[in-house]
Structure formats: structure tokens, C-alpha cells
């Protein structure tokens, strides 16, 4: 029940409203006020929304607990996108220092650059092609590497016995287990032939001795056919 204010009381038929509100919301009751009533008969209507929409139970401190909570899971949210991503970057730099670590262990591992020749070796004289003419191309000297390594001949020489002749290596280099002829005749260089520029002889017929020198003057080996074997 309700009570019209006596100011809204008026001759004939008018209507006002008086909300109140409570625990459970706004109460809305319509009174009748005419001259048979006096304001005093009410009928009341039941409970309904205020602007469309109820409002929350506990009224406006309801209001205020549900904008804290709502507060509380920004705040939440909020810390919980700077801690992912500290630990987004965290992660980056520590997968970059794994990587800069890594670095040398890959450089290492990769296979190794051939190391550069020798200078000097085990080289052999092993053949000496003598007992041809002045005219046909066939005095040679075939020096074999006998060694583990392979060998730059730049500089080495050969020579006959007493040094009646010599050839002075190209810059050229020899493999392990590999052979190069050296033919005292003209011709084009390459990596198996070798020539001394000169049409002429190189070797007695009944004997003698091939000599191989390093590029600093050391002998690396000899070879002897014939009579100049035979003395030694």
C-alpha cells in the first residue's frame, strides 16, 4: 500500500507513481486518487524493471561489488600480458645466446680447408727414358711423390751428374701417390708433363745420375742407371 501525496490529490481520475526502492529492487505501486478515495485505496503492482533492465540484487552497492570485480579481472589481465611477454623476449634472448654459442661448435664441425702443399716431401726419381737421338722426343725423367702430403715443386731442380744440365721447376703441385715426366724437349706444360724448353740430350747411354733438389738447394733424392750405379 501506498499513500498519494496530498498536493497529486485532485478532483476526477489521475495516476502518479512512487518507486521505492529495497533490498530486491523498486517496488512500483499505482494509486487511484479521487474524491471517493481520498488517496488512501492502492492497488499495488508487482515489481517491475526500472528503465528496462533490474537492477543487480544489493542495489547500488551491488552495482559497485560487480565494477570491482570487473576492475580486479582487468588488473589480472593486464599483469598477466606483461608477463608474457617478459618471458616472449626472455625467450628470444636466450634462443639468440644458444645460437651465438652454437656458432663456433658448427664452424668447427664443418669440414676443414685443405692446408696449403708442402715445399718439401718424399719425391723419387723413379725412371730415367734415355738412348734417343737428337732428333726424336724421347729423353725423359719421371719423379713420383711418395709422401702423405702433397708438395709445391716451384723451385725445385734437376740436374744430370757433374750439372751439365738443369731444369728449375714451374710452380706446380703434386699430389700424394701422383707422377710428373719431365721431358728434355719442347712442349706445353700441364699437370702431368712437364718440358725444358731445349731439343737436346740429357743422358749418357752407358750412365748416370738424376739429382733432385728442393726449393732450398737440399737433395731429396738420386737416381743411378747404368755405370754410374755401378759405383755407387
Known amino acids: 500500500m501506498c ?7 485532485r478532483a476526477g481520475r489521475r495516476a502518479f507513481s512512487s518507486r521505492r526502492r529495497d ?6 505501486c499505482a494509486c487511484i486518487a479521487d474524491s471517493r478515495c481520498s488517496g488512501k485505496k492502492c492497488a499495488s503492482i508487482a515489481m517491475t524493471p526500472v528503465n528496462g533492465a533490474m ?3 544489493g542495489g547500488a552497492n551491488g552495482w559497485r561489488a560487480r565494477m570491482s570485480d570487473t576492475a580486479i579481472v582487468a588488473v589480472v589481465i593486464a599483469v598477466a600480458a606483461v608477463v608474457a611477454i617478459i618471458l616472449w623476449f626472455a625467450m628470444i634472448r636466450r634462443g639468440r645466446g644458444v645460437s651465438d ?13 685443405p692446408a696449403e702443399a708442402a715445399t718439401t716431401g718424399k719425391l ?3 725412371a730415367v727414358h734415355h ?3 737428337d732428333e726424336q722426343e724421347g729423353e ?3 719423379i713420383v711423390n711418395m709422401g702423405q702430403h702433397a708438395v709445391q715443386l716451384a723451385g725445385w731442380r734437376l740436374t744430370d751428374e757433374g750439372e751439365k744440365h738443369s731444369y728449375t721447376f714451374p710452380s706446380l703441385v703434386l699430389a700424394s701417390e701422383a707422377a710428373v715426366r719431365v721431358h728434355m724437349w719442347v712442349g706445353d706444360d700441364d699437370h702431368n708433363d712437364l718440358y725444358v724448353g731445349r731439343r737436346q740430350r740429357w743422358w749418357n747411354n752407358d750412365g748416370d745420375t738424376a739429382y733432385l733438389y728442393d726449393a732450398t ?4 733424392h738420386k737416381h743411378s742407371y747404368g755405370t754410374a750405379a755401378a759405383t755407387e
Open 23 to 28: 533490498a530486491r529492487g523498486t517496488r512500483s
Open 140 to 142: 725423359w725423367v719421371q
Open 101 to 113: 654459442a652454437a656458432a663456433p661448435a658448427r664452424m668447427a664441425a664443418a669440414p676443414e680447408a
Open 3 to 9: 499513500d498519494a501525496p496530498s498536493g497529486f490529490r
Open 217 to 220: 738447394g737440399t737433395l731429396v
Open 124 to 126: 723419387e726419381v723413379r
Open 131 to 133: 738412348g734417343v737421338s
Open 55 to 57: 537492477p543487480p540484487p
